[in-house]
């Protein structure tokens, strides 16, 4: 079964187009290193909780818009070789000073999963 990496952000609202650009840029160099599928979706209803919430999660201020992400891969083995790839410093693509981050970086939340259950295979 497949590995899943997850990701939620907070981005300035303003920098929506900054965030696509670095996403797909980031992204390209997922799938070249093995990934099946990436996703990167724009808050749309995404509601208050009353006790959390992605909002929360992320400490979005009113001006952000939350950004939740995954990338799948085939397996964790290709996924680790490409995070090694990715963190070797050896493709500019990866480089913050050429693509940097348009969100705050610190306020990310992100793991790896293991699948338990997948229904609707893409096939």
């Known amino acids: 079964m497949s590995y899943i990496d997850g ?3 907070a981005v300035p609202t303003a920098n929506r187009q900054k965030f696509i ?3 797909e840029t980031g992204d390209a160099f997922f799938m070249e290193f093995g990934a099946i599928r990436v996703l990167e979706c724009w808050a749309d209803d995404v ?5 959390t919430d992605f909002r929360k999660a992320v400490q ?6 939350v950004v939740f992400s995954w990338i799948e891969w085939p397996d964790k ?3 680790d070789t490409a995070f090694a790839k990715m963190m070797d410093g050896s493709d500019p693509r990866m ?22 259950v997948a229904l609707g295979d893409r096939g």
């Open 60 to 65: 979005a201020r009113d001006d952000e818009t």
């Open 47 to 51: 509601p208050d909780g009353k006790l």
């Open 21 to 23: 650009e670095h996403a």
């Open 77 to 79: 083995s290709t996924r």
């Open 95 to 116: 480089d913050p000073e050429r693509n940097p981050m348009p969100f705050d970086g610190k306020r990310m939340i992100y793991g790896g999963f293991l699948p338990v």
């Open 7 to 9: 990701f939620v952000l």
